[in-house]
């Protein structure tokens, strides 16, 4: 058995480190632009050539040093430090900011409803003082006649 730099055992490596991520063996293939089928086989070789190994490793979003050197034995593994999204969709952007953003929005809108329902309050208010001046002269009038 060689060491985890040689060739021997990439197939484990590859499977041990897609299953460490939470990918599944569709998602990988996916990546690849191959079948389910293809990655099960690759993960059960125990020689894996550089070309497919680097393959693989890329559609695992890490190089393929990385993950020749993974053991899966690490107890502080931090696989976002692994990651190497050079290659995948970048989302440029903080959750919180967007967030803040649509809090913002949905204030602007809610001053704007209050500034509405202000305005039909007065609105409410000056036709009910036109209606109370319209009583009073009515009563003006009953009186003298």
Excluded: C, W
Aim: net charge negative; hydrophobic share 30%.
């Amino acid at each position: 058995m060689e060491t985890k730099t040689g060739n021997k055992h990439r197939g484990l490596q590859v499977k041990r480190f897609r299953e460490a991520i939470g990918m599944k063996q569709e998602t990988l293939a996916r990546e690849l632009g191959t079948s389910q089928q293809n990655i099960s086989y690759y993960e059960k070789q125990e020689d894996l050539d550089d070309d497919v190994f680097s393959q693989l490793a890329k559609g695992l979003g890490v190089n393929s040093e990385v993950l020749k050197d993974y053991s899966g034995e690490a107890p502080t593994l931090s696989i976002n430090e692994m990651r190497d999204y050079s290659h995948a969709s970048v989302y440029n952007f903080n959750p919180i900011e967007k967030i803040m953003e649509q809090t913002a929005k949905i204030e602007e809108l809610y001053k704007e409803l209050l500034q509405s329902e202000r305005d039909k309050n007065e609105v409410l208010k000056n036709a009910n003082k036109a209606v109370l001046e319209l009583a009073e002269e009515v009563r003006k009038m009953k009186k003298e006649n």
